[in-house]
């Protein structure tokens, strides 16, 4: 058995803040170990990658089928799944996640992005990806968004690139190793056990303590957080789940607003269910790329590169679905679209033109191959999302592309691509005080496996949240 003072679960944004903060103000007088059930940054590659001259190995070969790998290196590993999903960080509080509301203060909640920020760019983010909006072009996004009955949300972001933010990522954990933090990739951990002022990991590699645990699992670890907070009896709440389907189009149907902002935020409530819907990860001339889950499920996301460009654009447009007594549990409905979608796309993710939807017909890679829109994810299987997301979530999103296409002409075309399903789990919502700290003394959460975030820049706020806490701790 192996002894230390902080178990970090999860080498994500959140879980690297985390050590970072507290290495760099207690020097290496705390043992800290790190735990990630994938590989390190450099070494997350997708089997079926390819590699062509100035080109980054990650592109996926989408002419041949998912290998299904016990551990999928898209989504798991030290960077978290947002090191390998364009890598864009959004510099506002409430973007990404709910800072300022977290921590009470908006001057704080700036402080804390802009202090990450300024981490990332020390550890390799050229200073040349900030992209500021122009004022006279905000003003009139979010005239077109009114006339949308939709919301235009401004925001500075550094859009980095999938390629970039590997060598950021690797960059921070190698100092992170050099302080003598002990990084445990490939290493699952099973259960954490309350012992008599310490916490017992069991896990892949056997057996560890520690004095304070700090759990950020991120998203691919939600279920697996869930059990965990019911075995420890951590006080929580039932969260909330982002369904929809990743949308790609011709790049200059989407320039108008990528060229104010490059990962635009808009946000909108339908006229029948008032519920939300929003656009989210933005991948000007990216790729759309398959994800595949610890259980077995598949989804789709985007990715975008500094190096490397398509003629598409794509964009996730998500209902936000929280359930209420008798049945709360969000992550469960998620997980039941993800296995329907997983069987009726025969282990791949569904593609439809929007017009098929519309009629209610699923689509065929004749109907595919008319469209003005050459898919840029083809490991796929043609058919109908209507069969597999929920009525209510159809009805939302058809509306959603009605209203946008305000925004975006072009964009409420029967030639729209779409891909299912694009499941964005938060997990539930646990109770925490302002530094993180649970019900159960001496364990700590952050980021979006804890349901605290919902992208890179809040996450690593969250650790950085956490990592002072643990130090104030002992």
Request: charged share 25%; proline share 5%.
């Amino acid at each position: 058995m192996r002894d230390f003072d902080v178990a970090i679960v999860g080498g994500g944004p959140a879980g690297l803040m985390a050590a970072l903060e507290m290495v760099n103000n207690a020097g290496s007088n705390l043992r800290i170990a790190v735990f990630d059930k994938g590989r390190r940054v450099t070494e997350r590659k997708c089997p079926l990658a390819i590699k062509t001259n100035n080109a980054n190995p990650h592109i996926l070969n989408n002419k041949v089928e998912c290998l299904n790998c016990e551990v999928c290196n898209v989504t798991y590993g030290i960077g978290g799944a947002g090191a390998l999903s364009s890598g864009t960080l959004n510099l506002r509080p409430d973007v990404g996640g709910d800072l300022d509301k977290l921590v009470g203060d908006w001057n704080y909640a700036e402080e804390l992005v802009k202090y990450v920020d300024r981490i990332f760019v020390s550890f390799g983010v050229p200073e040349d990806t900030l992209h500021v909006p122009d004022k006279e072009k905000i003003t009139a996004l979010e005239r077109l968004a009114a006339k949308a009955g939709a919301k235009y949300i401004p925001t500075p972001q550094r859009i980095v690139g999938t390629d970039v933010m590997i060598r950021v990522v690797d960059n921070l954990s190698t100092y992170l190793e050099k302080k003598s933090v002990r990084i445990f990739t490939e290493t699952s951990v099973v259960e954490v056990l309350k012992g008599d002022g310490i916490f017992k990991l069991s896990t892949t590699r056997g057996e560890f303590t520690a004095r304070r645990v700090l759990l950020a699992p991120g998203r691919g670890g939600v279920t697996w957080f869930q059990r965990v907070v019911k075995m420890l009896g951590i006080d929580h709440e039932p969260g909330f789940l982002d369904v929809g389907v990743r949308v790609e189009v011709p790049s200059y149907v989407a320039e108008d607003v990528t060229t104010v902002n490059p990962d635009p935020k808009i946000v909108l409530y339908t006229k029948f269910y008032d519920d939300r819907v929003r656009t989210f990860c933005t991948n000007p001339r990216g790729f759309v790329v398959q994800e595949r889950y610890e259980d077995g499920t598949i989804g789709v996301n985007g990715v975008s590169y500094r190096n490397l460009k398509s003629r598409n654009t794509n964009f996730a447009l998500l209902v936000t679905l929280k359930l209420t007594d008798p049945y709360s549990d969000a992550t469960e409905l998620g997980k039941s679209i993800a296995r329907i979608a997983t069987r009726v796309g025969v282990g791949k993710p569904i593609i439809q033109r929007l017009g098929d939807l519309e009629k209610g017909r699923r689509s065929t890679w004749e109907r595919i191959e008319r469209s003005i829109v050459t898919p840029t994810l083809k490991n796929v299987t043609p058919g109908d999302i209507g069969v597999v997301l929920p009525y209510r979530v159809i009805v939302n999103l058809l509306e959603a592309f009605k209203r946008l296409n305000i925004l975006y002409p072009g964009l409420y075309s029967p030639q729209t691509i779409l891909y299912a399903p694009e499941i964005k789990y938060y997990s539930i919502k646990v109770k925490t005080d302002k530094n993180l700290q649970t019900s159960v003394e001496n364990i700590f959460v952050a980021g979006d496996g804890a349901g605290l975030s919902r992208g890179l820049n809040i996450a690593a706020a969250t650790g950085v949240i956490a990592g002072r806490a643990i130090l104030q701790s002992f």
